[in-house]
């Protein structure tokens, strides 16, 4: 897989869309599992997310797409980066998504993550969620939420205890 593990044992990588409900839940309903590990297995469980917005601004490969401010989210992401007003902006991103607009996710980047120059910075974070994009393609991501676990793909993800279930038996794999 074309991801950096950074020598972790178990690597996740999701493909996300923040107006896909099943991308909302897998978020809240994984979370506390990857804090566990993250608590259990220090460095040894790494998470990372992708941009795979069903938004054909975006995203040519999902010309029919109905989420029209995804890509502005995932941008917003982009350019919020990492940390606490990162992940108050994913939270924000996904309690709303069902309201979501361009003019909203800017308000919330600019109020949640200190994005006060979204307009002037969206391009360039464009280019990023795009490079997101054709990863997802290359790894043939079709539906969001997409998971790759050591680089066995789940689509839609699963209930919770099975997701745990898999990260503690790719963890005893390695001997964990």
């Known amino acids: 897989m074309p991801v950096d593990g950074g020598g972790a044992a178990v690597v996740i990588v999701k493909f996300t869309d923040f107006q896909c409900p099943p991308c909302r839940q897998t978020c809240y309903d994984y979370k506390p599992i990857l804090e566990k590990y993250a608590k259990q297995y220090p460095g040894k469980v790494k998470y990372v997310s992708k941009h795979y917005p069903i938004d054909p601004e975006c995203n040519a490969h999902t010309p029919t797409g109905t989420h029209l401010a995804s890509c502005e989210a995932a941008a917003a992401m982009v350019m919020a980066g990492s940390g606490a007003k990162a992940d108050a902006l994913e939270s924000w991103l ?18 949640l993550a200190g994005i006060a120059d979204f307009d002037t910075r969206y391009a360039k974070a464009l280019e990023a969620v795009k490079a997101d994009i054709a990863l997802g393609q290359l790894m043939q991501v079709g539906a969001t939420p997409t998971f790759f676990v050591n680089g066995t793909q789940i689509r839609g993800g699963v ?18």
């Open 94 to 111: 996904f309690g709303n998504q069902t309201t979501l607009t361009g003019a909203s996710v800017r308000t919330a980047s600019r109020d």
């Open 159 to 176: 209930p919770a205890p099975y997701f745990d279930a898999i990260v503690a038996l790719e963890l005893k794999k390695a001997g964990l």
